[in-house]
């Protein structure tokens, strides 16, 4: 929103700074000698030239005028755009003039353009001509220490002025090499001559007691990594693809046999669980029969949490309806309550008892154990499947081995249905030599639950 | 002082470069050489009516004697042997009294006409087609790699195809008038009288003329190798001949530059044993050591008069990348002007000569007295 102000500074016209607020009721309200205070008190900073009025709003508005910046700056230039100063001054004649670059050694003389001013000054130019310091050696010290028995002297010389002539650039080095004359010689080699000489002469020059810094060139490593990217850089597409398909594979096993890990693990604490509460059950049995309270209390801390459903202790303030104890937590499934309520229905007990404290207590420890068995059997049938899979992939590949022994029928399944695709197993055992850990709850599943429970595997448990 | 901003100082230096098809000059600090003229030389015979008749030969020569005022000199010349060089270094300072001189790879200054120090210039001109890797401002020798399929190739089998079709290349200095005809009717043009008698190269020379305009005009190169079929649907351009035999090329104009690619489907061509372009620069590459690669491939600096017909580079640039392992990080640089690009060598010896830094560089006329003709060898690297 532009107001009036705002339109004058953008049209540069005069008298931009007198009130340019915004109109606040006071200025309507109010009388005249206020106002004329205002103008005087204010100071007018006057925006410098060529600074863009938006800027100059950030540096001084309405309200913090005579805030002061940060820092203080001179804003007399550096806002102004730069015209041509097209003066009414003679212009600065220029000579052709003779000049000689210091960098060369001849002292050849040159001409060109310069101000006549400038007549005398060093050529700028030539503080940019720098050579890397190649080390000389004498014969002397040849002799002595740098010796060896691949080079001759002369290809040493021979080395060490191409290292001078182009700036130890080891590779146009490499390629100017006089091959005929003495034998082929890869970078690496040379890199490994140039380097030994330097370190021997800077030990030899250093003198005693000062320990100079050798720059230690590791021609091995140096060979090695070449032959590396040599490869690298030669490998076929094909070979690109291999590789890649080979990583996935193996980022794939070892998903799996995370995987397998963890379901085992799951497993055995699974199994534990069961072990440990049939034991305390049977520890607190006997400790009744036999009145030893004391032996209850040390097993108990032994039981895993994780088996079973936990029930949240009640440790309510005040009045509290002893069956809200008896409700079941929310974490556990759906599945699970399901089943619960599918056995208890089946052994005839009723599903919400009178809460009674000894009922209570009873009917938490029989659902939990209702979990527990069923994970246990959940467990089972998988394991059972696992092996069912792996047991139909070993005939197939026998038989596709050649080999025609076929192993004897899988024992103890619960269930002997068709298992869902035998042809597909053989078809794919060729390609998923790899097994798949985890069995799909097929429509088997729920008739496998039924039948386990129906079993006498739960009598079992009941019985001490 | 002027130029210092940007590191140049102008010394008045001449910059020239010799081609097989036509020779650049100019002076140094100029963005375009002010002289391009054909690399032919003309002798003229002894005629009583003064017209000149001409006698082609090759390499260089100058047409007229000017006197320039000029304090230096910078050449550029394929170096070919040491004893042209030498000759070269001879001829300059004793013939032609210049105060300084100095010998540069075309090659290197391609490169520096395109910003860079380090890259590989394939080159392609009338005569060969070449790939030079350019390290550090160094050429290295070993990986240099010549192919001779370029554009005299090219004219080659344009020539070959005006045969198989029947039409007479008919320079225009030849030609009176001409009617117009229907496309693909033989030309009915009138010769002109009383022509002068021309030797037999001249008239080659102009013939020559005539195709090569053909050949830039009309031939393309196609973004993939050669198919008939596709081919046969790439749209047709309309060329006439200053005979007034004109046509549509359609299919040919596709077919003869792909020779340059992928010879092996080229005619006249002894069995497999010439590398397309392609290949060409992958050798020049793979001769390099590894660590260079990478960067030689990042800036592939393409150069050459003929190197300006339709499609070349979209062409190489789709080789380059089927050849080189994927993770190599290509990138072709070429200019689209036409002057850049034929003139490349040149502008780079124009900026190389107006560095301040360059001035160290020259051979001066007293060097040459207290060294000889091997402080060429020493000094142009």
Known sequence: MTTGADVRDILELAGGDNDSGPISKKDIINSDKKKAKKVTETLTFKRPEGMHREVYALLYSDKNRDAPPLLPSDTTQGYRTVKAKLGCKKVRPWKWMPFSNPARKDGTIFHHWRRAAEEGKDYPFARFSKTVQVPLYSEQEYQMYLHDDGWTKAETDHLFDLCKRFDLRFIVIHDRYDHQQYRKRSVEDLKERYYNICGKLTKVRAGTGTEPKIYIFDAGHERRRKEQLERLFNRTPEQVAEEEYLIQELRKIETRKKEREKKSQDLQKLITAADTTTEMRRAERKATKKKLPQKRETEKPAVPETAGIKFPDFKSAGVSLRSQRMKLPSSVGQKKIKAIEQILTEQGVDLNPMPTEEIVHMFNELRSDLVLVYELKQAYSNCEYEQQMLRHRYDALLKAGGTVTPLSESSGAPDSQSWPGADDIKTEAKEQ????????????SRKRRESASSSSSIKKVKKP | MSGGVYGGDEVGALVFDMGSYSVRAGYAGEDCPKADFPTVIGVTLDREDGSTLMETDGEKGKQSATTYYIDTNQLRVPRESMEVIEKLTELMFEHYNIPAFFLCKSAVLSAFA?????????????????AIPVHDGYVLQQGIVKSPLAGDFMSMQCRE?????????????????????????PAIWKKKEKLPQVTRSWHNYM????????????????????????????????YELPNGYNCDFGAERLKIPDGLLDPSNAKGLSGNTMLGVGHVVTTSVGMCDIDIRPGLYGSVVVTGGNTLIQGFTDRLNRELSQ???????????????TVERRFSAWIGGSILASLGTFQ??????????EGGKQCVDRKCP
Not at chain 2, 323 to 337: F, Q
Request: aromatic content about 6%.
């Open chain 2, 207 to 238: 013939c020559n003329t005539v195709i090569q305009d053909f050949q830039a005009s009309v031939l393309q190169v196609s973004d993939s190798p050669y198919d008939e079929q596709v081919a046969a649907q790439m749209p047709t351009v309309h």
């Open chain 2, 114 to 130: 395109n910003g860079r120090s380090t890259g590989l210039v394939l080159d392609s001109g009338s005569t060969h087609t070449t």
């Open chain 1, 433 to 444: 030599l790899i097994d798949v850990v985890g069995a799909p709850l097929t429509p088997n």
């Open chain 2, 161 to 185: 195809l005006f045969q198989e079709l029947g039409v007479e290349i008919v320079p225009p200095y030849v030609i009176a008038s001409k009617d117009s005809v229907r496309e693909g009717a």
């Open chain 2, 360 to 369: 160290q560089m020259w051979i001066s006329k007293q060097e040459y007295e």
């Open chain 2, 323 to 337: 050849k080189t392992p994927p993770s190599m990080r290509l990138k072709l640089i070429a200019n689209n002007t």
